[in-house]
């Protein structure tokens, strides 16, 4: 009959496997210590653990950012993307989301804020100048504003656009689009 420390996956005489921190909690420390109270919540992927996200306050973007990018420890230099989410039936419907990485320390990370309806983002163009152009495009398609951005206007669609077509209430076949009708194909002897 095997005992029990063999069945449960251990060897004889091996101590429990210790607890493994959260994913990103050094990042998390390193926040909390300068901007205390201002990382809502932390996750990650069980597939993907070292990239994890950290749900940050809507105040409080550009300083984390500013941290993440300059402290030796992160050093999150590029922001590779910054898009954003639409969850209607939710409080605050909007995520935005950065994903960066840091070139020193092969690491990536995401930060996500959320904002009512009309609420606006502070702009991190004075941290990562590579936003500009992204919060142009989640302005556009989302309808998200960001507080301070230096020339926040469409950039895919027509400036007398009436609505943002990445929103889920978007209707389907969109504003003033043409519907399209898949052509009748001709049988023969037509």
Known sequence: MPDEAQSNGQEEGSAPAAAQAPPAQDLRELVEREYAGTILEQSAYKDMADEATLVVRLDALPQVGSLLRDHPSARFRLLSDLTAAHFPAEERPFHVVYHLYSFDHNRRLRLKVKAHEGEQVPSVVSVWSGANWMEREVFDLF????????????????????????????????????????????????
Do not use: N
């Open 143 to 190: 309808g998200v504003s960001f507080k301070g951005h230096p020339d926040l206007r469409r950039i895919l669609l027509p400036e007398d656009w009436g609505s943002h077509p990445l929103r889920k209430d978007y209707p389907l076949e969109g504003r003033g689009e043409r519907v399209y009708t898949k052509p009748r194909r001709k049988e023969y002897g037509e």
